[in-house]
């Protein structure tokens, strides 16, 4: 199967894998520990497709590390290695408690640096994170004739923000959002994940993210969230703790501290839930082109 290596002289013992969300962000996330997968971009844009095998907005691989409890690598559903996914660490915290990898509280190292966890009741999860860097208050961008004003972050990832009035549930945030996401200003961090946000008060607000590598709008983005918040009150607009509403309908818990303009002591609080486990059939991989269904117009073109 691609993506997954042959063992027992060419016989494929079954991989197990479980399906996790936090926030509304969906996973595929697996115990790697014994180097059983190979090719992860591969098996990530094929698991990954929605209807026709596991459907995520991105792999997890739970693996060992040296400096801290475990180590998780974060593929999106296109394939990309990204180097940090706040929704998916969480997942991956409870995964590696739920399988006695790790107790209730342990460290995860990620390609952002090294993140705290902490187990609590009901399956939430609660992440200190590193302090979000290099903001940029103004950063207006030209999409067509019109003038974004947003500002940009770094919460592992890069982030756009924009404050929006109102009306934040009625409008298509796809096309704008995908405009700011590929804007060539942005493109020297490989674009950025775009959040709008609406502030309710001064410790609420309500958030929608475009993400890069899933392409589209998510129902949530755990670092979004964190960086829409953070931006929020690095302008006075609230206070922590911030609660934030996202698309799942979902609330997750941002708390921080905020001295001189700087950041410090994030935490992320939010759900991680365990949806199901099972074990990767020859029918999960093959028999599907995974970019054909993701851009049919460019596979036609090129053929």
């Given at each position: 199967?691609?993506?997954?290596s042959?063992?027992?002289?060419g016989?494929q ?40 095998s ?89 999409v ?43 493109q020297?961090?490989?674009?950025a ?111």
């Amino acid at each position: 199967m691609r993506g997954i290596s042959q063992v027992q002289g060419g016989k494929q013992d079954p991989l197990t894998f479980s399906k996790m969300a936090g926030g509304g962000n969906d996973f595929v996330v697996i115990d790697n520990r014994g180097g059983r997968v190979t090719d992860p971009g591969e098996l990530t844009r094929r698991i990954c497709t929605r209807a026709l095998s596991v459907g995520a907005d991105g792999l997890i691989l739970i693996e060992g590390a040296s400096r801290a409890t475990l180590r998780m690598r974060y593929y999106n559903a296109d394939g990309g290695l990204a180097a940090f996914c706040a929704n998916g660490t969480r997942c991956a915290a409870r995964f590696a408690f739920l399988n006695v990898i790790a107790g209730r509280r342990m460290t995860i190292e990620t390609d952002a640096g090294i993140v705290a966890a902490e187990i609590g009741e009901g399956g939430w999860v609660t992440l200190t994170l590193p302090a979000p860097y290099a903001f940029r208050a103004q950063r207006p961008l030209m999409v067509g004739d019109r003038l974004i004003h947003g500002s940009s972050l770094m919460v592992g990832v890069p982030h756009y923000v924009i404050f929006l009035r109102d009306d934040l549930w009625s409008q298509n945030i796809a096309p704008l959002g995908s405009a700011i996401r590929n804007h060539p200003d942005l493109q020297p961090d490989g674009g950025a994940n775009v959040n709008f946000v609406v502030i309710r008060d001064p410790h609420a607000i309500e958030v929608r993210t475009y993400e890069r590598g899933v392409e589209n709008e998510t129902l949530s983005c755990g670092s979004g969230v964190v960086a829409s918040s953070v931006t929020s009150a690095l302008f006075g607009k609230v206070k922590s703790p911030v609660s934030v509403l996202t698309r799942s309908g979902i609330t997750l818990e941002v708390s921080f501290a905020l001295a001189g303009g700087a950041v410090d002591s994030v935490q992320l609080k939010g759900d991680a839930r365990h949806i199901y486990r099972a074990t990767i059939t020859p029918e999960t991989l093959e028999g599907f082109d995974p970019e054909f269904v993701r851009d049919p117009a460019s596979r036609v073109a090129v053929s």
